[in-house]
């Protein structure tokens, strides 16, 4: 069966760096878009960033985080820069096969467990 296993996150100060990844196995990697999502306690999923053949930003991340996929390693990541407070969530990677906004959690059949990333002030 498909599994997206989420590793990396953790408790960092303010203006420190974090690299997510996402392990992907039992589908064609090459064949689906990847998205990373977070949700912060009390809020709905959002959208963080997506490499669907190209690459999606959330503007509050736009110069901080960067998406990257290795498809030899059925794995994509999350480099995280210049960390913020409000970056704190629980992020998910997820994918998807079908069309459909690459900003919506709707598209993705696929998510992973989700990792905890806590920045302290």
């Known amino acids: 069966q498909v599994q997206l296993v989420e590793s990396g996150g953790g408790l960092v100060q303010a203006g420190d760096s974090l690299r997510l990844s996402c392990a992907a196995s039992g589908l064609t990697f090459s064949n689906y878009g990847m998205g990373w999502f977070r949700q912060a306690p009390g809020k709905e999923r959002e959208f963080v960033a997506a490499d669907n053949w190209r690459r999606y930003y959330t503007d509050s991340v736009k110069g901080r985080f960067t998406i990257s996929r290795d498809n030899a390693k059925n794995t994509v990541y999350l480099q995280m820069n210049s960390l913020k407070p409000e970056d704190t969530a629980v992020y998910y990677c997820?994918?998807?096969?079908?069309?459909?906004?690459?900003?919506?959690?709707?598209?993705?059949?696929?998510w992973g467990q989700g990792t905890q990333v806590t920045v302290s002030s």
């Open positions: 997820a994918a998807k096969s079908s069309s459909g906004r690459y900003d919506s959690p709707s598209p993705y059949g696929y």
